[in-house]
């Protein structure tokens, strides 16, 4: 089912980063008491009781030399554009200002629920101050403190009352549904014509003329698919040319609803630092994977030259040491037969199970090769191990103590599962539980 989106909207210095940080769990926005400092990740999976959500801030949505009130302005309009609920956040020390004003002018025209945070509450005798955020016109203001955690939990229910019932399959079992990510003009529109036959999708030079996520459906050898292009920007205009975090927002629901995904990487411009971000998130997803260089028709090349750049691949992906690699052309179309068997190979061992007795054989053959480690004159030992479940593959090894089984270990235990059983394309989880 795709998540529900929520972003975080206010002029700056409200308290956005640190709410948003609250609320993920983690601190992976940059916070500091400076106006517009945010410049790190601008988007995360979040969680409040019963509902998964993607969270955005929209303060780590970098405008560049904008005025100050047309920043406020673009990175409403993006908020308002991907966001299923906003949180339209407000700073009760300072009271209602001009450039609350101004966002809430914009909010206005959302026709999205909006959800009135008022930030800087940090103790009882404050919440008189709330009041004059009723002025706004957004109904009942939510006192909280993001310093100290205060009232977020009253704050997301309103949130969730409003996120959308959204559908755990709109297309069968059968159907292999795969989206191609990647940085804007890399070729993904172009590879869905050519994987199609046909001009479906609007190709073009110029980065950001997919406008939507566009679901194609097509017919392999009897096999149904469903292709998900998703834009690496969602329009042309400054704002989206001038982020190339934005392509990330892009890929996030795309990824969601995906069995397969595949990473595209232009061959001409070689690899990036995004390239990784955005094949990072698919990875945490648990989605299958297929690395896709496109455009190799316009590389120059001799006999080392694919091998090369599959090292390069590998040692700038090292989290993605399971997913294969192909080279194709979509202008050509060279090459291309050779994707749809990686993606049905990828998208078997996502959903791949072994038998319990066989799976139990390979991990007690693993453990006589390379015997379990000790710690502080304590030994790991493993009882039983079993798969839970798959969409990725994940298994639970039991053991005596959790504690015991270390990264290495397990990453070698991951190796000889893989070894034994293939997962080409998937990643795998393991997890260690006490046996009681």
Not at 130 to 137: K, N, R
Not at 407 to 429: H, V
């Amino acid at each position: 089912m795709v998540k529900p989106v929520v972003a975080i909207v206010g002029r700056p210095n409200v308290g956005k980063s640190t709410i948003f940080n609250r609320i993920v769990g983690e601190r992976v926005s940059i916070v500091e008491d400076i106006p517009g400092v945010t410049r790190d990740r601008i988007y995360s999976s979040a969680e409040w009781l019963t509902h998964d959500f993607n969270l955005i801030d929209t303060g780590g949505i970098d405008i560049g030399d904008e005025p100050f009130l047309d920043q406020i302005r673009q990175q409403a309009e993006i908020a308002i554009e991907e966001a299923d609920v906003i949180i339209f956040l407000t700073n009760g020390r300072e009271g209602v200002t001009a450039a609350d004003e101004e966002v809430a002018k914009i909010l206005y025209r959302a026709n999205k629920p909006i959800v009135l945070g008022v930030n800087k509450i940090d103790n009882p005798e404050m919440r008189e101050q709330i009041y004059d955020f009723y002025a706004l016109g957004f109904g009942e203001p939510f006192p909280i403190s993001g310093s100290h955690g205060l009232g977020l939990g009253d704050l997301l229910d309103e949130a969730a009352k409003h996120f959308p019932k959204g559908k755990d399959n709109e297309y069968g079992d059968e159907v292999i549904k795969f989206s191609l990510i990647g940085r804007p003009n890399v070729g993904k529109s172009s590879l869905v014509n050519a994987i199609l036959g046909e001009d479906r999708v609007i190709v073009s030079d110029i980065a950001g003329t997919t406008r939507d996520a566009i679901d194609s459906v097509l017919t392999y050898h009897g096999q149904p698919y469903v292709i998900i292009d998703t834009a690496g920007m969602r329009k042309k205009g400054k704002v989206y040319e001038s982020t190339e975090k934005y392509s990330v927002l892009r890929a996030l629901k795309a990824i969601e609803r995906s069995d397969v995904v595949l990473v595209v990487i232009n061959a001409e411009e070689g690899i990036i630092e995004q390239d990784k971000k955005i094949a990072g998130y698919a990875h945490e997803a648990g989605r299958a994977i297929v690395i896709v260089v496109n455009k190799w028709d316009a590389v120059e090349k001799d006999e080392k030259t694919m091998k090369e750049f599959e090292q390069k691949i590998r040692e700038h992906f090292l989290f993605l040491d399971y997913a294969p690699i192909v080279f194709l052309s979509a202008k050509t179309k060279k090459r291309i037969h050779t994707l749809i068997p990686l993606i049905n190979t990828a998208s078997d061992n996502h959903s791949r199970r072994v038998e319990t007795g066989v799976l139990n054989d390979v991990i007690m053959d693993a453990v006589a090769m390379n015997p379990t480690p000790t710690d502080n004159g304590k030994r790991l030992k493993i009882y039983y191990t079993t798969q839970v479940s798959v969409k990725p593959p994940t298994f639970v090894v039991f053991v005596n103590d959790p504690e015991l089984l270390h990264f290495s270990y397990k990453r070698f235990l991951e190796n000889r599962i893989r070894d034994a059983f293939g997962f080409e394309g998937t990643p795998i989880n393991i997890f260690a539980r006490e046996r009681k």
